[in-house]
């Protein structure tokens, strides 16, 4: 299990400069009084990114807004006119809370949450080089599966499909039994092309084609 842990660990760190390439960006506007982002209104903001994601803040108006955060995740910065744009790069899931030291208090006024949601099951899965594999391909019946670097906790599924996508046989897929590779008898199956998908929690990952035989 441990080695396990350190095959995972390393795999996403090897991956973080990829997630920072696909991060997003959200920019805060800092006004008279307000925060506002994606279209809001009123004092107060609340928005919702993924882990790897970046906040912005900006000044578009007068007046200055020190900004601070309620836990004191990072240091109070200014917000005022001329001064630069501030950026953090959010990396744990979370609901981190922010407000105006002039104008605000935490939940109060001038304020704003930013909630960070960690990646789904599919994303976990891809991060953590999961991947599907069938042998021997082509086949005359009966095929190995197995699931690389699969993680306990998410609900796998292999679903077969036929050419014209009728799905003819699904199956649960432990990563316990996997591991070394479970092997499926197929052979009541009729011979031709078949699509074999991989489900995590009910989301597509990957998709591979096994020719069966006689």
């Known amino acids: 299990m441990k080695l396990f842990t350190r095959l995972v660990a390393a795999l996403v760190a090897a991956a973080l400069p990829l997630m920072t390439a696909f991060a997003t960006t959200v920019t805060v506007q800092v006004g008279d009084n307000f925060y506002r982002a994606n279209g809001s209104t009123g004092n107060s903001s609340a928005i919702t990114i993924a882990v790897g994601d970046f906040v912005t803040w900006t000044n578009v108006g007068g007046g200055s807004h020190p900004t601070a955060s309620n836990t004191g995740v990072w240091p109070t910065f200014p917000m005022r006119p001329g001064a630069p744009d501030r950026t953090i790069q959010f990396n744990t899931p979370g609901v981190f809370g922010y407000y105006c030291t002039a104008h605000g208090a935490p939940n109060q006024g001038q304020f704003g949450t930013i ?67 479970l092997a499926v008898d197929l052979r009541e199956l009729p011979t031709g092309m078949y699509l074999c998908s991989l489900l995590a929690d009910g989301k597509l990952v990957s998709t591979k084609r096994l020719i069966l035989q006689n």
């Not at 899965?125 to 998410?154: D, H």
């Open 115 to 181: 909630t960070v949601q960690r990646p789904t099951a599919v994303e976990d899965a891809r991060l953590a080089g999961l991947a599907l594999n069938l042998f021997p391909n082509p086949s005359k019946g009966v095929v190995t599966v197995t699931l690389g670097t699969a993680k306990v906790g998410v609900d796998y599924r292999l679903r077969l499909s036929n050419i014209i996508g009728q799905e003819v046989r699904s199956l649960a897929l432990r990563p316990d039994l996997t591991e070394a590779g």
